[in-house]
Every structure is written in C-alpha cells, then in structure tokens.
C-alpha cells in the first residue's frame, strides 16, 4: 500500500486568502473595486482638500462653465458644482450602505428562519411571493410623500429622510436575498458536518451562528455588493422625481433633476452627477461579479 | 396542465386582495391630510362637509368595501355598458378621481394609450435587440464581440433612465436637432405624414427604455445558449452533419429560449415601472405621469387604483411566465 501523503510543505492558503487571490486575478473587478475606493474617497476626504461650502450661493459666479477656480462649474445660484457632487456622494452612498446593510440583514434573517425551521418556511415564503408582487416604485413613491413629513418633523429633516429613504428601500428589497438564503440553508441543513454538530448536541442558534451562517456568507456578500448599486439608484430615482431628500440636501439624483432643467442651455450639468452615479453603480457591479467568481471555488482555476 | 391554471389564478386572487388592502391601509394610516389644500378661510363646518362628501367619514373597513365594490363590480359593468351600449352601471358610484372629479378609470384610459404606445414599442425593440446579442455572444464566448456586449448591458445597468434620457436628449435633440425632446400627446395619426411623426417623437423614449430592456435580456439570453451549446444533443445534432446555423438557431435556440420567454414576461412590469421615470423625463402624458401627480395632489383613489392596477400587471405577468413555462418544457409536469 502507497504510504499516505505527508501534509504538503506548503502550507494551504487560508481561505480568504485564495478569495483575495482569485478577485485581485479578475481584471473587471479589481478595476471595479479600485474605482469604487476611489470615489470613497473623493467623496468622503475630498471635502476636507476641496474646502468651498456646496451649500454657499456665490450670486456673481452663476451659471460658469469649468475653470480653475470651479473645475465642474458652478449652478443657477453660484454654488460649486465639484464641491455639491462631493456632499451628494455622502448622502447618495450612505444611504445605499445602509440601505443594503438592512436588506441584507432582513434577508438573511428571514432565509435562515425559513430554511431552518420547517413550519416557518411556508408563511415566510409566501410573504416573500406577496413582497415581489408589490409594485415597488409607485409604493416607494407613496411612502415617501406620506411619512416624510411627519419624520422630517420628528428628527429633523436630513435624519428623518434618511431614516426613512434607508427603510423604505431597505424594506422593499430584502426578498432575493432571502430567497438565495434559505435555498442554501436547505441543501445545507442535509449535509454530515451539520448532523454532526446536532447529534453532539448543538443548539440551532449555535448551528445557525456557527455551522450554517458561514457557509452562507458568499452569496450573502455577493448580493450585499449588487444590492448597493440598487440602493443608490433607488435613491436616485426618488431624489430625481422629487420625492426624496428636500431641495437643499444636493444628492446626485436631486442634482441630475436641477440639471435636466437647464439641459437646453447648460448641458454639460448633467454629466458630473449622472457619471458619479453611473461609475459608482459599474464599479460595484463589477466589484459583485468578480467576488462571485472568487467566492465559488468550483469557478476557481 | 388546465388545472394548474385555474388553480394559478385562485391564488392570485387573495394575493390581489391583500395587496390592495396593504395600500390602502397604507394611504389610510398616513398622516397627510386629503384636505390640506383647502384655504384656511374657508370655515370648519364647512371642511366637515367637505369631508363627509369625499366619505373620509366613514369607518375604514367600509371604505374599503366600497372600494372593492366599486373596481371590482360598478367598473366592469360600466365596462359592458360602454362595449354593448346597455344600462347596468346606470346611477351607481364609480371610484371617482379628487383631482380630476372624474372616475378614475376614466382617467386611466385616457393616459394609457400615451403610455402603451411607448412602453410596448420599447419592449418589443429591446427584445429584438437583445435577442441576437445574446446568441451571438454565447456562440463566441470570450470573444471581441462577447466583451463588449458584456460591457455594454453593464453600461446599460449602471445608466438608470434618468441619466439616459437626458444624455439622449442633449445628442439627438440639442446637439444634432433630430427629435423635439417634449412629447406632444395630442398628436393624433391620421396619415402617413402624422405618423412619421409619432414615430419621431417615440424614436428617444423609446431608445432609454429599450436600453434596460437591451441589458438584462440579452444577459439571460446568454447565459441561456451556454447552458446548452455544451449539451450531448448539440454534439450529436453536429456528429450527424447539420449545417452550424440549424444546430445552432434550431436545436440550441430552441431549448434556450424555454428560459428567456419566461423573463420576457417577467421583466414586462418593470419596463412600465421604468415607465414612470421616463414619462418624467421626456414629459409624457400617460400612467406613470399620472400617478406622480395624483401623489403629489394627495388623490388618494388615483394613487390607490393606480397602485393596484400595477399590482395586477406584477401578479398577471408572473402568471403568465409560469404557465409558459410549463407549455414549453415538457419535462416540466404539474401534478
């Protein structure tokens, strides 16, 4: 008999090190991820390096096209069009952070729930079919006219809106997620080392925490980076409508509206905004494609 | 097959119900006030009145019965009355519009064929587009060709219609004055020249709808034909000497498409979703208009039925993807 492999000298990559290894090799990605930090930090440090206030209406500077003084120009009022991009970042990305960081949070919750326990599955998956049934803009719509006011009113305007845009949006996107969860649960559930833990003894919380929770994390990740993107052009699309943040608060999609007005006469406006809002979204996209690919490693080579 | 059907359909019944009862629920517990635009002259009692007259009075769980009664029993006569000239819905009470104090569903038909008009053409135009790509990428997988229709439906994911349709407007209207880029509902096409026309005014509309469209459809579309194109009976169709196009746009195109009709169908809701943006963009007279402006004048039975009637548009479309789902794929069997 051959004797057995000695553990090889090489010591085995640790997982996340392989993923890091296989994201940094997908070219789309890590482009993806580079320019996503990029805007991170053009948009959350770049106040601190471009210090005019976006909110300042410089009356005698209106309507300027680029020059070194207002590299993007100024608006209708004289406010500085780099330094409102950089402000409506802020907004734009929070809320889409936070946005995806609820309705990963619910999904997951709920994929798990439905997939451990069996009595569960049924009602919770039934509520997730009636939550895709929704027709979610004109609901978003409705929901931001008719709490908005009394939030605003509650905590102030740009915490009332964000607390409500975040849930809003948090709440009508949980459903994919939940639904990619409990199918892994399931398949998950039948597997030895899971039967192993249970007949030792494991309580389900600790199964869930332990066992189940970690082997669901790639799909979990991978939908948490595509549903950023979503999140921002929700956001975007309320803002642009005008119906989400209040006039003053520059989001991209609410500086994409002012712009749209003057697109006759200033058309160059549109573009800072629409390309903040369109590279973020590539980026991200990218970003949750090579991580796809990174995370499953029957797609490794 | 025909039982599954049947069955289909009586599930969706009380998804449409709560569905219903959720948005009105909604409008209902909110805190705005229907009669915030009233002046504040006009005196208390007289506000009371106004009330009582818009039958906010009532309890809530009445209202919402007259509401069902209303959509679901008054419309459909009022309906047959208009097809076959007969009486039925004559003096009963129709969901009446705030706004336009008119019946709402009257409304509804006078938006819809703005909105119909687009939106169908943008859909059928992004399908045939996306329909070739698709195929034509997975046949030459990691190709030229395949790069960059999969930069492309990125591109097109990361452009939401409402950055689009500017950009669109600057090129075609602004820069080369092509098309007018403010849509004139009151056409009407009488004549070739009246429809050359329509068919201008649609071309940029149509053009930032069909780009989403473009994007997902030709992805599935895709990934559809490299499920199959390594499949055993493509090998064979190739062993036994068919020409690359019938292998290709017979046996594989066939057994691809049982997928791709299915988000075909699917995906109908979110174009006319899609719709509301940019019927705001290129100012359009149709639904998704009208619904922004019934929002923001508080119509709350505009809002209401207009939310509804897109919730059955959600509901009917998944329908119909399932069932043809099952016509297509025989291996697929209800029991």
């Given at each position: 008999?051959?004797?057995?492999?000695?553990?090889?000298?090489?010591?085995?990559?640790?997982?996340?090190?392989?993923?890091?290894?296989?994201?940094?090799?997908h070219?789309g990605a890590?482009l993806g991820g580079?320019t996503f930090?990029?805007i991170?930090?053009?948009?959350?440090?770049?106040?601190?390096?471009?210090?005019?206030?976006?909110?300042?209406?410089?009356?005698?500077?209106?309507?300027?096209?680029?020059?070194?003084?207002?590299?993007?120009?100024?608006?209708?009022?004289?406010?500085?069009?780099?330094?409102?991009?950089?402000?409506?970042?802020?907004?734009s990305i929070?809320?889409g952070?936070?946005a995806m960081?609820?309705s990963?949070?619910?999904?997951?919750?709920?994929?798990?729930?439905?997939?451990?326990?069996?009595?569960?599955?049924?009602?919770?998956?039934?509520?997730?079919?009636?939550?895709?049934?929704?027709?979610l803009l004109?609901?978003?719509?409705?929901?931001?006219?008719?709490?908005?006011?009394?939030?605003?009113?509650?905590?102030?305007?740009?915490?009332?809106?964000?607390?409500?845009?975040?849930?809003?949006i948090?709440?009508?996107s949980?459903?994919p997620?939940?639904?990619?969860?409990?199918?892994?649960?399931?398949?998950?559930?039948?597997?030895?080392?899971?039967?192993?833990?249970?007949?030792?003894?494991?309580?389900?919380?600790?199964?869930?925490?332990?066992?189940?929770?970690?082997?669901?994390?790639?799909?979990?990740?991978v939908s948490a980076t595509l549903g950023i993107a979503t999140a921002i052009i929700t956001e975007s699309a309320?803002?642009f409508?005008?119906?989400?943040?209040?006039?003053?608060?520059?989001?991209w999609g609410?500086?994409l509206?002012?712009?749209?007005?003057?697109?006759?006469?200033?058309?160059?406006?549109?573009?800072?905004p629409g390309l903040a809002i369109s590279l973020t979204v590539l980026s991200v996209n990218y970003m949750g494609d090579g991580l796809r690919d990174?995370?499953?490693?029957?797609?490794?080579? | 097959?025909?039982?599954?059907?049947?069955?289909?359909?009586?599930?969706?019944?009380?998804?449409?119900?709560?569905?219903?009862?959720?948005?009105?629920?909604?409008?209902?517990?909110?805190?705005?006030?229907?009669?915030?635009?009233?002046?504040?002259?006009?005196?208390?009692?007289?506000?009371?009145?106004?009330?009582?007259?818009?039958?906010?009075?009532?309890?809530?769980?009445?209202?919402?019965?007259?509401?069902?009664?209303?959509?679901?029993?008054?419309?459909?006569?009022?309906?047959?009355?208009?097809?076959?000239?007969?009486?039925?819905?004559?003096?009963?009470?129709?969901?009446?519009?705030?706004?336009?104090?008119?019946?709402?569903?009257?409304?509804?038909?006078?938006?819809?064929?703005?909105?119909?008009?687009?939106?169908?053409?943008a859909y059928?135009v992004g399908v045939?587009i996306a329909l070739?790509i698709g195929?034509?990428s997975?046949?030459?997988?990691?190709?030229?060709?395949d790069q960059a229709g999969t930069f492309v439906t990125m591109v097109g994911y990361a452009i939401p219609p409402f950055f689009s349709g500017p950009l669109i407007?600057?090129?075609?209207?602004?820069?080369?004055?092509?098309?007018?880029?403010?849509?004139?509902?009151?056409?009407?096409?009488?004549?070739?020249?009246?429809?050359?026309?329509?068919?201008?005014?649609?071309?940029?509309?149509?053009m930032v709808l069909s780009l989403q469209t473009t994007a997902q459809i030709s992805r599935y579309m895709r990934a559809?034909?490299?499920?199959?194109?390594?499949?055993?009976?493509?090998?064979?169709?190739?062993?036994?000497?068919?020409?690359?196009?019938?292998?290709?746009?017979?046996?594989?195109?066939?057994?691809?498409?049982?997928?791709v009709?299915?988000v075909i169908?699917l995906g109908l809701p979110a174009v006319?979703g899609g719709a509301?943006i940019t019927?705001?963009?290129?100012?359009?007279?149709?639904?998704?208009?009208?619904?922004?402006?019934?929002?923001?004048?508080?119509?709350?039975?505009?809002?209401?039925?207009?939310?509804?009637?897109?919730?059955?548009?959600?509901?009917?479309?998944?329908?119909?993807?399932?069932?043809?789902?099952?016509?297509?794929?025989?291996?697929?069997?209800?029991?």
């Open positions: 008999m051959p004797e057995p492999r000695p553990p090889s000298a090489v010591p085995a990559l640790s997982r996340w090190r392989s993923v890091w290894k296989a994201f940094a090799r070219r890590l580079i930090l990029f991170l930090l053009a948009v959350f440090i770049g106040p601190l390096v471009w210090t005019l206030d976006p909110g300042f209406a410089d009356l005698r500077a209106r309507n300027q096209g680029a020059s070194w003084a207002h590299p993007f120009g100024t608006d209708n009022l004289g406010r500085d069009t780099l330094a409102r991009v950089m402000a409506g970042g802020q907004i929070s809320v952070l936070a960081a609820l990963i949070g619910l999904g997951t919750l709920i994929g798990v729930l439905a997939g451990m326990f069996g009595w569960l599955d049924g009602p919770l998956m039934r509520l997730t079919d009636l939550f895709l049934s929704l027709p004109p609901l978003l719509l409705v929901m931001m006219l008719l709490f908005n006011e009394s939030l605003s009113a509650l905590m102030g305007p740009e915490t009332g809106t964000f607390v409500l845009i975040v849930s809003a948090g709440l009508t949980w459903m997620t939940a639904r990619i969860v409990r199918g892994d649960v399931l398949a998950l559930k039948e597997r030895e080392f899971v039967l192993a833990a249970r007949s030792m003894g494991a309580s389900p919380a600790r199964l869930i925490t332990r066992h189940i929770l970690p082997n669901v994390l790639s799909p979990i990740l309320l803002s409508l005008g119906f989400g943040f209040p006039p003053d608060f520059a989001t609410q500086l509206k002012d712009a749209t007005i003057y697109l006759q006469d200033y058309p160059e406006r549109v573009i800072w990174a995370l499953d490693p029957r797609a490794r080579r | 097959m025909l039982g599954y059907i049947l069955r289909r359909l009586a599930l969706a019944v009380p998804t449409l119900l709560f569905i219903a009862l959720v948005v009105f629920l909604l409008l209902d517990l909110a805190p705005g006030d229907p009669m915030a635009q009233v002046p504040l002259t006009v005196p208390p009692e007289v506000k009371a009145q106004m009330r009582e007259a818009l039958g906010l009075g009532e309890p809530t769980h009445l209202r919402f019965g007259k509401w069902l009664v209303q959509f679901f029993w008054i419309e459909p006569l009022v309906f047959t009355d208009h097809l076959f000239g007969t009486t039925f819905s004559e003096g009963k009470l129709r969901v009446l519009s705030w706004q336009h104090r008119a019946p709402v569903m009257d409304v509804v038909i006078q938006r819809l064929p703005q909105t119909l008009w687009v939106v169908g053409t059928v045939l070739p195929i034509y997975a046949y030459r997988q990691y190709s030229v060709f407007i600057f090129v075609f209207s602004i820069q080369l004055g092509w098309f007018d880029f403010i849509y004139d509902t009151t056409h009407r096409v009488t004549d070739w020249e009246s429809f050359k026309i329509q068919l201008g005014q649609m071309v940029m509309p149509v559809a034909m490299l499920d199959n194109l390594h499949q055993d009976y493509v090998r064979t169709a190739r062993a036994k000497g068919l020409s690359e196009t019938a292998v290709l746009l017979v046996h594989v195109l066939r057994n691809s498409m049982i997928p009709v299915t169908a006319f509301i019927e705001q963009v290129f100012s359009i007279n149709g639904i998704g208009a009208q619904l922004i402006d019934a929002i923001r004048a508080n119509d709350l039975p505009t809002v209401h039925t207009l939310t509804f009637l897109f919730a059955v548009l959600i509901v009917l479309a998944n329908l119909l993807a399932d069932i043809l789902y099952g016509l297509l794929d025989p291996r697929i069997r209800y029991a």
